[in-house]
């Protein structure tokens, strides 16, 4: 059997869910549902910042977006999405030492971040 399309489809979800801002937003969303703006307030990021990564999580299918009244209102898509998160915050917290030491993930952030953080891993 051909899992090349499903390793894509996956690569990309995770990927989603691999970027800082995009991990904060869902997060926020986890329990909640809530405005650009009231997520960018709360986080301390530009509306614009906010907007162009909900686009991402939206196009994976991690948010979802209703119109309420003049107002799009964001929240996690569905139970499934809210398990996958529920379950990774189980894995990290049971496996946070090896996976902060895994140097192969050290070494693949090392070549996406400026040098300055570099120098922190």
Known sequence: MDNRPLIAELESFFSALSDGTRLEITLFLRDREATVQEIANSLGKSQSLVSHHL??????????????????VYSINGDGVRKIIDEAINHVSSHSKSILSCEIVKGELRDKVPETINDRL
Request: glycine share 12%; hydrophobic share 20%.
């Open 55 to 72: 686009s991402c999580l939206r196009n994976c299918g991690v948010v979802k977006v209703e119109k309420k009244g003049k107002y799009s």
